[in-house]
């Protein structure tokens, strides 16, 4: 068991499914008080009820108020995990752009917003961003996606930085492929780029308390995702080189 969580009263978004129901499983497991959200009610209703936990469906931008009363008065952890998988390009519509902006990252700064003035006055509290490698790195063919999940991976490390010295506790999550429906919809160049390492839900969920357990910011179920990282910050033109070799051979595939 993780000290750290248990007993404590833990949210997870977008938990109906995939990463988010292995993360709720997890923190159940480990003896936290699950509420499990998700744009879908039938959903976070099962998930919930397997695990023991209350479901709060809804839009994961404004449950904080809701949550924080299933669990009485107190949120502990908040896994900011629900997420818009948009692909396209710059010709992406206007629509699907303000999608990504408002799940992937502004959902995020609604929840710590919400949540930080308790956090502080009391010294402790944790968030946990479920980012992508894709906020590290990019991801071919997925512009909106690639660059609000950059945004979603700078706003964790920017609360970590502010608020480390007054107790908050921040993970950024960046696992590359992960079998879950939003692989599934990634299309050709998720099955180029992601599918052959793809990992379980579960590996994110053992990624992360891993790393709650080590106090480490930066959670990367991928370890290869640090060699990747390092290499495009050493050298960006060589890595762009082979960002782009890799555009071309999805080109071709199409």
Request: aromatic fraction near 6%; include cysteine; glycine fraction near 12%.
């Amino acid at each position: 068991m993780v000290e750290a969580v248990q007993g404590a009263g833990v949210v997870v978004t977008g938990a109906g499914g995939g990463i988010g129901a292995a993360l709720a499983r997890r923190f159940a497991a480990e003896g936290a008080r699950v509420v499990v959200n998700d744009l879908d009610a039938d959903k976070a209703k099962a998930v919930a009820e397997e695990i023991g936990g209350t479901a709060v469906p809804g839009d994961a931008s404004a449950i904080v108020d809701e949550a924080r009363d299933a669990l009485g008065g107190t949120v502990d952890v908040y896994c900011a995990n629900a997420g818009a998988a948009s692909g396209g390009s710059e010709a992406a519509g206007e629509d699907v752009w303000a999608l990504a902006w408002d799940v992937n990252v502004m959902a995020h700064v609604r929840a710590a917003h919400a949540l930080l003035p308790g956090w502080l006055e009391r010294g402790s509290g944790r968030f946990v961003s479920t980012v992508s490698a894709a906020g590290l790195l990019t991801m071919i063919g997925a512009a909106p996606y690639s660059v609000t999940k950059h945004g979603a991976y700078a706003f964790a490390e920017w609360l970590s930085l502010t608020y480390r010295h007054r107790g908050i506790k921040v993970h950024a999550i960046c696992p590359q492929g992960v079998r879950t429906d939003m692989l599934t919809g990634s299309g050709s160049a998720g099955d180029l780029v992601l599918a052959p390492t793809a990992i379980e839900p579960e590996a994110v969920a053992d990624a992360l308390f891993a790393g709650i357990e080590e106090d480490r910011f930066l959670i990367l179920p991928h370890p290869e995702v640090a060699g990747y990282y390092q290499a495009r910050a050493a050298d960006p033109d060589r890595w762009l080189g082979n960002m782009n070799h890799l555009q071309r051979k999805w080109e071709a595939a199409r």
